[in-house]
């Protein structure tokens, strides 16, 4: 995605239905902004038929292999037979939850490529983390450990969501937020020929969302459980 229009991402978690999709067929957006909506994967065709025209889909994870005996795995190439383009990958639910490693995430976003779809590749540091002062260091192993082990040419979107802001109401600070995505970004340029969009995850809201957009080097927010709620969405895909 190579225009600096800000990157709107909804990342509906388990949750969802048809009966919310119906709602969302309504969302509206007067700003030129890109909004990507992932669902649920059972509600993906859903999404095809109902969301508007302006709303691209997403999918919150996919498999690292193309096919074969992965029972209950959906492929990156499955996807996008469904029309999606993006997929998020390394979320930090799937880092611990489901024990995705730096390798894992790796081969995901090989398979995304490989596949014509945009990763969007999570990144962020946990509260013992943030405490111990590690922030930057573990930003850098993740990066290293995924995003930078890409061809430099492929297009990728990376989504810097500090552990301890997801679903809790807390945020950092500006400074806080300016830092981490300096870092990521000096980072990126020096190994990607276009700039990455860094999107910033973390209980965004339909009130802070015009106050973290315009910090410097965010691209776009990735939202959590504000983006489940159709009234508030809009207001944060029209901040
Ligand atoms: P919340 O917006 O609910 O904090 O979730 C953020 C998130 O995990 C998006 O991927």
């Known amino acids: 995605m190579k225009n600096k229009n800000k990157i709107i991402v909804a990342n509906w978690k388990m949750n969802g239905s048809e009966d919310l ?21 059972t509600l993906l065709d859903s999404a ?18 193309d096919k074969g005996a992965f029972t209950g795995e959906i492929s990156a190439s499955m996807l996008r037979e469904k029309s999606v383009s993006y997929v998020l990958i390394g ?34 540091e946990t509260l013992s983390e ?27 979107i990376v989504a810097y969501e500090p552990v301890w802001a997801i679903g809790t109401g807390l945020t950092p600070d500006e400074n ?8 990521i970004k000096t980072k990126l340029n020096q ?12 209980s965004a809201n339909s009130k802070n969302c015009s106050q973290i957009i315009s910090i410097e080097n965010v691209g776009g927010l990735l939202v959590g459980g ?3 709620k159709k009234n508030d969405f809009r207001a944060i895909c029209n901040c």
């Open 91 to 124: 979320h930090s639910e799937r880092r611990t939850l489901f024990n995705e490693t730096n390798n894992i995430i790796f081969k995901k976003v090989e398979a995304a490529i490989k596949s014509e779809l945009t990763p969007i590749v999570c990144i962020g």
């Open 176 to 183: 806080e937020i300016k830092e981490a995505h300096l870092y």
């Open 21 to 41: 999709m119906k709602e969302f067929s309504q969302l509206t957006c007067s700003k030129h902004n890109d909004i990507i909506i992932c669902p649920p994967f």
């Open 191 to 202: 190994h990607f020929n276009a700039d990455i969009p860094i999107l910033y995850g973390g």
């Open 48 to 65: 095809k038929t109902l969301l508007p025209n302006f709303v691209k889909i997403g999918a919150q994870n996919c498999g690292a292999e």
């Open 226 to 228: 504000a983006s489940l």
């Open 130 to 156: 943030k405490e111990a002062n590690k922030t930057l260091q573990v930003l850098d192993n993740q990066i290293n450990g995924s995003v930078a082990k890409i061809e430099p040419h492929e297009q990728v």
